[in-house]
């Protein structure tokens, strides 16, 4: 069955410190993988998006995110994280033919320590 | 500025009522899409539309309705049939890269 595991409900990270939330898939085809991000009332923006070639993947707001087949994650990471990017972050995966067939992760919530 | 335009931001829905939320974007996008979204849940596919007169039930159809008589609009109907109704949803869109979804800003039902 194809799906998305996010196994962090909530993480709380200090100002200034680094960051990796994790995201493993199980998905028949070769996957597309995307990261979302939601301030709260918001809806979900693309934070970064994996299709095929180089396995780390550069995205928005200073956020990177990378590909290990091996182990079926899509982990994102960022070097040092700032009270703004306190928000819901989904890990999501598709296919090329139809967004229809994107499947969402249940979100990882992430507060910032001041 | 293109997007895509959700409204109300707020809904009540008293027993028995259907409820319609509006969806509008102005991207030229041909496929749109609306998600239901649960605390502590991801984002379940509700209908979804590729072209205008066509659309299909995604995951969780039961108790709504869609219609999409112009590209630009694609509102979404909350039966009474719908017996937890109470949720965000969200509306998107797609383009030529049908991968990439689009999002509104969202709107909140409740049950009164």
């Known amino acids: 069955a194809q799906s998305v595991t996010q196994p962090d409900i909530h993480i709380t990270v200090s100002e200034g410190a680094s960051l990796e939330l994790r995201c493993n898939y199980s998905y028949g085809a070769t996957p597309y993988l995307f990261w979302y991000v939601q301030s709260p009332g918001q809806g979900l923006q693309l934070l970064l998006k994996?299709?095929?070639?180089?396995?780390l993947v550069q995205g928005i707001k200073g956020f990177e995110a990378e590909f290990k087949r091996s182990q079926s994650s899509f982990n994102l990471r960022k070097p040092s994280v700032h009270w703004s990017d306190a928000a819901e972050y989904f890990c999501a995966v598709g296919s090329y033919s139809s967004a229809s067939k994107i499947i969402f992760g249940s979100g990882t919530r992430l507060s910032i320590r001041p | 500025d293109g997007g895509i335009t959700q409204s109300p931001k707020y809904l009540f829905r008293k027993e028995g009522q259907n409820v319609t939320l509006s969806c509008e974007q102005n991207?030229?996008?041909?496929?749109m899409y609306w998600y239901r979204q649960d605390p502590g849940q991801g984002l379940r596919l509700i209908y979804y539309?590729?072209?205008?007169?066509?659309?299909q039930k995604g995951d969780i159809a039961e108790g709504y309705s869609v219609s999409r008589e112009k590209k630009e609009s694609f509102p979404l109907t909350v039966t009474s049939a719908q017996k937890n109704p109470t949720a965000f949803y969200l509306c998107?869109?797609?383009?030529?890269?049908?991968?990439?979804?689009?999002f509104g800003s969202g709107t909140q039902l409740s049950v009164l």
């Open positions: 991207l030229n996008h041909d496929a």
């Open positions: 994996y299709f095929s070639g180089d396995t």
């Open positions: 539309s590729q072209i205008v007169n066509d659309f």
């Open positions: 998107a869109s797609s383009g030529t890269g049908r991968e990439k979804l689009f």
